[in-house]
Structure formats: structure tokens, C-alpha cells
T-cell receptor, first 116, second 115 residues
Framework: AQKVTQAQTEISVVEKEDVTLDCVYE???????LFWYKQPPSGELVFLIR??????QNEISGRYSWNFQKSTSSFNFTITASQVVDSAVYFC?????????????FGTGTRLKVLA | DAMVIQNPRYQVTQFGKPVTLSCSQT?????MYWYQQKSSQAPKLLFH???????NEADTPDNFQSRRPNTSFCFLDIRSPGLGDAAMYLC??????????????FGPGTRLLVL
């Protein structure tokens, strides 16, 4: 069965610290897509990254980086030199190619608090 | 900028009084989604439209209906809101090709309060 686990419910860090948000997924599909979204207090889900199962290259975008490892079914997200504006709930999501639907399987989210 | 717009951002309604939430998009995406998100939970898909085809999730209550009069607009109707329907309602869109799994883009949400 498909599942996304974000074991960290809440993380607090001091500004400028690095922080990694974990995401572990389960799927039987060989083709699937993984996503990270940021949800600030305003409520909008902001798209951060999409990765398909055939692309295991890690990605860096400014202070954000993502580590995709199929061997451990993980798609972790690291924020370097965190800032107060990074405070939000972060969701990891999975979409399976053969599911026949466009449904995302969301994790339960990780609330990140960056303290000044 | 192309975007997903939701109105109103905050909606207060009375128990049992029908309410409609609206979503519009300038992305020209063919799929539109409605999600319900309760406090400290992940978004839960209620239904989606692929073009004009309506797809209801099996566990979406009958109290929730949707309309999509054209590509740009989609409405969520709650026929008789209960206290348990108080939540954030998120609209999303994606451009799907057959068999594809494209990224969903979300609107800012409408926070519904039921008194």
C-alpha cells in the first residue's frame, strides 16, 4: 500500500542552523513522483520540488536541497542557514503513475519553527 | 502572474446554511481539485474535475457538491454545513496529459467557520 511518513511532527531550530526534514515513502509502483510543499501560516500550499522515480540526482535550489534515495525510500529536505521566514509546515507527497487517479498521498507534515 | 484564486479567504456561515466557495485559475489547467484541511492535518482530497468529468472520492460526504461551469472556475457547495465542516478548503489545479502525473498548484485557501 502507498504511504508517506514524516516522523518529525515538529522541529525547532535557531536561525542560521541547518535542518533536515525527513520523508519516507512506500509504494509498489516503479514509476512514481515525489513532491515537497511548504505551507506558511497564511495557509497556501507552495510547491517546492517534484522528483520522478527515475531521477535520483540530488537537487539544490539556493538554501534548499533534496536528497532522494530509492534504496531507503527516502526523499529528505534540507534547509541550510535557516531563516525565520522558513517557519512553516512542510508536506511531502507521493503520486503513483499506475494508480489511475491524480491523487496525492500526503505525509502528515512537519512543523518547522525557526527562532530568531 | 498566472495563479489560482480563491474567494473569499474567510467565510463564516451558520449551522445548516448552504455556503459556496469559489476558485478560479488563470493557468488554463484542465484539472481542478478541492481539498479539505483540518487543523494540524494533511489536506484531504474531496473531488476533482478532469476537464468536465467529475471524480468524487469514495469517502466524501454527500453534503459536499461541486460545479465547474467552465475551464477557469470551480465551486464547492456545502449544502448543510455542520460544525465538523469547519476547515480550510484548498483549491488546486494541474495540467494533465493522459497518463501523466503533473504538479498540483494550490490557491491560498478559504477558511470556513461554522457557527
Amino acid at each position: 500500500a502507498q504511504k508517506v511518513t514524516q516522523a518529525q511532527t515538529e522541529i525547532s531550530v535557531v536561525e542560521k542552523e541547518d535542518v533536515t526534514l525527513d520523508c519516507v515513502y512506500e509504494t509498489r509502483d516503479t514509476t512514481y513522483y515525489l513532491f515537497w510543499y511548504k505551507q506558511p501560516p497564511s495557509g497556501e500550499l507552495v510547491f517546492l520540488i517534484r522528483r520522478n522515480s527515475f531521477d535520483e540526482q540530488n537537487e539544490i535550489s539556493g538554501r534548499y536541497s533534496w536528497n532522494f534515495q530509492k534504496s531507503t525510500s527516502s526523499f529528505n529536505f534540507t534547509i541550510t542557514a535557516s531563516q525565520v521566514v522558513d517557519s512553516a509546515v512542510y508536506f511531502c507527497a507521493l503520486s503513483e503513475a499506475t494508480s489511475g487517479t491524480y491523487k496525492y498521498i500526503f505525509g502528515t507534515g512537519t512543523r518547522l519553527k525557526v527562532l530568531a | 502572474d498566472a495563479m489560482v484564486i480563491q474567494n473569499p479567504r474567510y467565510q463564516v456561515t451558520q449551522f445548516g446554511k448552504p455556503v459556496t466557495l469559489s476558485c478560479s485559475q488563470t493557468l488554463n489547467h484542465n484539472v481542478m481539485y478541492w481539498y479539505q484541511q483540518k487543523s494540524s492535518q494533511a489536506p484531504k482530497l474531496l473531488f476533482h474535475y478532469y476537464d468536465k468529468d467529475f471524480n468524487n472520492e469514495a469517502d466524501t460526504p454527500d453534503n459536499f457538491q461541486s460545479r465547474r461551469p467552465n475551464t477557469s472556475f470551480c465551486f464547492l457547495d456545502i449544502r448543510s454545513p455542520g460544525l465538523g465542516d469547519a476547515a480550510m478548503y484548498l483549491c488546486a489545479t494541474s495540467f494533465q496529459l493522459a497518463g501523466g502525473k503533473e504538479t498540483q498548484y494550490f490557491g491560498p485557501g478559504t477558511r470556513l467557520l461554522v457557527l
